[in-house]
């Protein structure tokens, strides 16, 4: 058997958004929407956070509906040099990349530059064959499946030949109903129907056989 396609997301997968980098983009997005929008705080933190549930993305309300320009959104609310002091991952990362059998993806809903500038502070820029970011997911984020399909299709890719690797539930959900193998990070014990392996952390995906 062929060794598979990883996809990668990356936001608390390949690093730990969620210690401070999430908190900094979620305080500029409000920024941004209060002097674009004429909002007040609050307003602009209750809209973002209801275009983030509805839409997987808070840029894709704004699209929508307010006619935001994208490029401009996403350069204004990730800015590099700010969230870098937030950046942090498993220090065997590079190495459990490199041991992995098969082609290696990323595919995030956050802007192009972000992942890439993410990736080379890390190191592994270099281990990943693409990198698809809101741009090239033509603003359908995940779960959309449309999203995942521009991907599986521009890469000439089989779903089932495939092996996503998340930490939300939903986008693993909508991963499954595409027929990819399905890998969930996260600590806690239960497992869905969906998911097929769960792990704590990257590394333990060389305990597994793929």
């Known amino acids: ?27 500029m997005m409000n920024l941004y929407m209060e002097r674009h929008l004429d909002m007040s ?37 990730h800015v590099l040099d700010e969230l870098y002091r937030w950046l942090v991952w498993e220090p065997s990362l590079a190495a459990t990349l490199k041991a992995l ?10 802007p192009q530059h972000y992942i890439e500038g993410l990736l080379d502070k890390m190191g592994i820029h270099h ?3 693409a990198c698809y970011g809101m741009e090239k997911m033509r603003f359908r984020p995940k779960p959309d499946r449309r999203g995942f399909r ?11 030949h495939c092996i996503m690797v998340e930490d939300s539930l939903p986008n693993l959900y909508a991963a499954k109903s ?30 597994q056989r793929w």
């Open 127 to 129: 281990q990943f064959a």
């Open 41 to 77: 705080a609050e307003e602009a933190r209750q809209l973002r956070l209801h275009y983030w549930h509805r839409y997987g993305a808070t840029l894709q309300g704004l699209m929508r509906h307010h006619a935001v320009d994208a490029g401009h959104f996403l350069q204004e609310t």
């Open 1 to 27: 058997m062929s060794a598979p396609t990883w996809i990668f997301d990356l936001d608390d997968t390949l690093h730990q958004a969620s210690l401070g980098i999430f908190a900094h983009i979620s305080r």
């Open 101 to 110: 059998p098969g082609r290696k993806i990323v595919l995030s809903n956050g």
């Open 178 to 207: 595409l027929g990819m193998r399905t890998v969930w990070i996260s600590r806690q014990s239960r497992k869905p129907a969906f998911v097929d392996v769960r792990v704590n952390k990257l590394s333990q995906l060389l305990r």
């Open 150 to 160: 521009s991907m599986l299709q521009a890469e000439r890719l089989d779903p089932a």
